[in-house]
T-cell receptor, first 116, second 111 residues
Framework: KAGVTQTPRYLIKTRGQQVTLSCSPI?????VSWYQQTPGQGLQFLFE???????NKGNFPGRFSGRQFSNSRSEMNVSTLELGDSALYLC???????????????FGPGTRLLVL | GNSVTQMEGPVTLSEEAFLTINCTYT??????LFWYVQYPGEGLQLLLK?????DKGSNKGFEATYRKETTSFHLEKGSVQVSDSAVYFC??????????FGTGTSLTVIP
């Protein structure tokens, strides 16, 4: 079974631009979560989507948004990029939203975004 | 609230040394606990997990025991290898199905 895939793997943008990142979950997984990873803050939860609906949200400004499609693929958008948005953006999928205690998340390799 | 605190790195060990990476948590209810590992240039991979008090998760020679009384989930390995060099993340999943991660501990194993 193929793992979580993220595209693109690397991205360079300038301040003020916007960017869209894509995540394809493991086949059959319906929940997709997004995280921002930076050296100073570690992993911070952005949001989680399940059945095309945002179910959980972290403490990020409204410039960060996402969506999920009927095939469970998800996109994350960041508008008006700032230098501090430079980070590794990780996507993780899991079979269900309200899974039992055995549920876990499976991570993709990430998209490394550099904002100049 | 929910949070995970893990020991600061970086940690440097010689091959075959004993490894402990401390992790403590704060959570409401009864969370599940995880250790993830991130190898250079890759995403996070699940290393082991425990879903209730006194459970021991184990994988690839690594172990961690869910200690409710001390709210801890320390990662241990008896004999590390160079290939274990990576960043290790402790995490919890609360009853609301939200994940919280520690800041990560970088481990370098030298031959």
């Amino acid at each position: 079974k193929a793992g979580v895939t993220q595209t693109p793997r690397y991205l360079i943008k300038t301040r003020g631009q916007q960017v869209t990142l894509s995540c394809s979950p493991i086949s059959g997984h319906r929940s997709v979560s997004w995280y921002q990873q930076t050296p100073g803050q570690g992993l911070q939860f952005l949001f989680e989507y399940f059945s095309e609906t945002q179910r959980n949200k972290g403490n990020f400004p409204g410039r960060f948004s996402g969506r999920q499609f009927s095939n469970s693929r998800s996109e994350m958008n960041v508008s008006t990029l700032e230098l501090g948005d430079s980070a590794l953006y990780l996507c993780a999928s899991s079979p269900r939203l309200a899974g039992g205690p055995e549920e876990t998340q499976y991570f993709g390799p990430g998209t490394r975004l550099l904002v100049l | 609230g929910n949070s995970v605190t893990q020991m600061e790195g970086p940690v440097t060990l010689s091959e075959e040394a004993f490894l402990t990476i401390n992790c403590t948590y704060t959570a409401t209810g009864y969370p599940s606990l995880f250790w993830y590992v991130q190898y250079p240039g890759e995403g996070l991979q699940l290393l082991l997990k425990a879903t209730k008090a006194d459970d021991k998760g184990s994988n690839k020679g690594f172990e961690a025991t869910y200690r409710k009384e001390t709210t801890s989930f320390h990662l241990e390995k008896g004999s590390v290898q160079v290939s274990d060099s990576a960043v290790y993340f402790c995490a919890l999943r609360n009853t609301g199905n939200q994940f919280y991660f520690g800041t990560g501990t970088s481990l370098t194993v030298i031959p």
